[in-house]
């Protein structure tokens, strides 16, 4: 079987680069899809409370047989719930629906234009932390002055930030700004959500390479050193997605798929993003 590399986090803590990723996954087709990811070889999951399908993640782990320490587990806390109590009723709800004693990542899904103070939930997370319930703690959609803040004003360093990342928004800058303060870079719709799949220059690399497309850009973020988790519903996609570890990207491939950089995002900009589910 195709053997997926580690990453070794800011505190020691292994992550695989590749993962598969739930959002999107309606609650009734979860534990379906999680179950074949499993079986395919995925050992690293990206849920959220937002997603609405933690317990059916759970579902899928408990019936796979494997021993819940072999998959790395991420989940990611609501945007209603950033008060400090609230961010620990929560984080014990993802354990209790995923049907797991501890999470091996926690993430502050948004900084939240309008409320601007993710300090006190971070504070929550690094309860939790310190109590060994989740081996490691980041955010998400966080810009480097979202984690200037956390620096100057909390303990514990984010492990990883969790941002949009593909062909057509590479971010450059920030991804230099997380290396540079230790953080992992987590890159979410990976493919754009299928978007940059018909670019003509990403075509001519994957019939270059005999490679699909969607494979050539996640080979380019797994060179750059990205975490991926690509999501897909369809068990054909996600075996291809899975095996991009037998070819290799010259530089200048690289390049070619960096150059493609518009700025462009799919989601929303985490600078004046603020939506706050009741
Ligand atoms: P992706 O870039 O992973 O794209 C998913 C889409 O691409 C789906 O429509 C899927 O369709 C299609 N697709 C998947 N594989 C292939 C393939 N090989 N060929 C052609 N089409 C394909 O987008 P996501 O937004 O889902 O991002 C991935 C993960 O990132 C999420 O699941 C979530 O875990 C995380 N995320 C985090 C966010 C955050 O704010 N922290 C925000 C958004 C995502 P199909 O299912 O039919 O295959």
Same mark, same amino acid.
């Given at each position: 079987?195709?053997?997926?590399? %580690?990453?070794?986090? %800011? !505190? +020691?803590?292994?992550?695989?680069?590749?993962?598969?990723?739930?959002?999107?996954?309606?609650?009734?087709?979860?534990?379906?899809?999680?179950?074949?990811?499993?079986?395919?070889?995925?050992?690293?999951?990206?849920?959220?409370?937002?997603?609405?399908? $933690?317990?059916?993640?759970?579902?899928?782990?408990?019936? *796979?047989?494997?021993?819940?320490? $072999?998959?790395?587990?991420?989940?990611?806390? !609501?945007?209603? /719930?950033?008060?400090?109590?609230?961010?620990? /009723?929560?984080?014990?709800? *993802?354990?209790?629906?995923?049907?797991?004693?501890?999470?091996?990542?926690?993430?502050?899904?948004?900084?939240?234009?309008?409320?601007?103070?993710?300090?006190?939930?971070?504070?929550?997370?690094?309860?939790?932390?310190?109590?060994?319930?989740?081996?490691?703690?980041?955010?998400?959609?966080?810009?480097?002055? =979202?984690?200037?803040?956390?620096?100057?004003?909390?303990?514990?360093?984010?492990?990883?930030?969790?941002?949009?990342? =593909?062909?057509?928004?590479?971010?450059? $800058?920030?991804?230099?700004?997380?290396?540079? =303060?230790?953080?992992?870079?987590?890159?979410?719709?990976?493919?754009?959500? +299928?978007?940059?799949?018909?670019?003509?220059?990403?075509?001519?690399?994957?019939? /270059?390479?005999?490679?699909?497309?969607?494979?050539?850009?996640?080979?380019? =973020?797994?060179?750059?050193? !990205?975490?991926?988790?690509?999501?897909?519903? %369809?068990?054909? /996609?996600?075996?291809? !997605?899975?095996?991009?570890?037998?070819?290799?990207?010259?530089?200048?491939?690289?390049?070619?798929?960096?150059?493609?950089?518009?700025?462009?995002?799919?989601?929303?900009?985490?600078?004046?993003?603020? *939506?706050?589910? *009741?």
């Amino acid at each position: 079987m195709t053997s997926i590399p %580690n990453i070794a986090l %800011n !505190n +020691g803590v292994a992550i695989p680069q590749l993962g598969f990723g739930v959002f999107q996954i309606k609650p009734d087709e979860t534990a379906e899809a999680v179950t074949e990811a499993l079986r395919i070889g995925y050992r690293h999951i990206d849920t959220a409370q937002m997603y609405q399908n $933690e317990k059916q993640v759970g579902q899928a782990i408990a019936r *796979s047989g494997l021993d819940p320490s $072999e998959i790395f587990v991420t989940s990611k806390l !609501n945007n209603n /719930r950033q008060s400090f109590d609230d961010a620990l /009723r929560a984080f014990d709800q *993802s354990l209790v629906d995923l049907g797991l004693d501890r999470l091996d990542l926690f993430l502050i899904h948004w900084p939240l234009a309008t409320i601007r103070d993710y300090t006190e939930a971070w504070r929550a997370l690094e309860r939790v932390y310190s109590e060994g319930r989740t081996r490691a703690i980041g955010v998400s959609n966080f810009q480097p002055h =979202h984690i200037r803040k956390l620096r100057a004003e909390t303990e514990v360093p984010p492990a990883v930030n969790q941002i949009e990342v =593909h062909p057509y928004l590479v971010q450059d $800058e920030l991804c230099a700004f997380n290396a540079e =303060h230790e953080i992992a870079t987590e890159a979410w719709s990976p493919i754009a959500q +299928g978007l940059v799949l018909d670019d003509p220059a990403i075509l001519e690399l994957a019939d /270059r390479h005999d490679r699909t497309p969607a494979q050539v850009v996640l080979r380019w =973020h797994i060179q750059l050193g !990205n975490i991926v988790f690509p999501k897909s519903s %369809n068990p054909k /996609r996600m075996q291809e !997605n899975f095996e991009i570890f037998d070819f290799e990207l010259s530089d200048t491939d690289l390049g070619m798929i960096s150059g493609l950089d518009r700025n462009e995002r799919t989601g929303p900009d985490p600078d004046v993003f603020d *939506s706050v589910p *009741s």
